[in-house]
Nanobody
Framework: QVQLVESGGGLVQPGGSLRLSCVAS????????MGWYRQAPGMQRESVAT???????NYADSVKGRFTISRDNAKKTVYLQMNSLKPEDTAVYFC??????????????WGQGTQVTVST
């Protein structure tokens, strides 16, 4: 069974930094696009950043220049380095990935989410 597990969330002051990690595990043949999404209370889930298997990245306008997405294909891990954090970045952050399992079925998976709170 394929799983995505996030870590690295927490409480940080405005202007601070956090690094989120997401590890994929299970019977995986290959991983295509990976990404980070977030959902604030009362808001819809939104895309933060995505990265293809070849390393092409895409960012939401609100995080460009502050957040960096990267991945380690050997470790089946995607990272989100978040700098210059603002209170409006407060949300639950979810990892997402398109994964082809050992049976060659391609499915989209979500992690359980990790809370990021930016506050004094």
């Amino acid at each position: 069974q394929v799983q995505l597990v996030e870590s690295g969330g927490g409480l940080v002051q405005p202007g601070g930094s956090l690094r989120l990690s997401c590890v994929a595990s299970g019977s995986i043949f290959s991983i295509n696009t990976m990404g980070w999404y977030r959902q604030a209370p009362g808001m819809q889930r939104e895309s933060v950043a995505t990265i293809t298997s070849g390393g092409n990245t895409n960012y939401a306008d609100s995080v460009k220049g502050r957040f960096t997405i990267s991945r380690d294909n050997a470790k089946k891990t995607v990272y989100l380095q978040m700098n210059s954090l603002k209170p409006e970045d407060t949300a639950v952050y979810f990892c997402n990935a398109d994964i082809r399992d050992s049976m060659r079925w391609l499915r989209n998976y979500w992690g359980q989410g990790t809370q990021v709170t930016v506050s004094t």
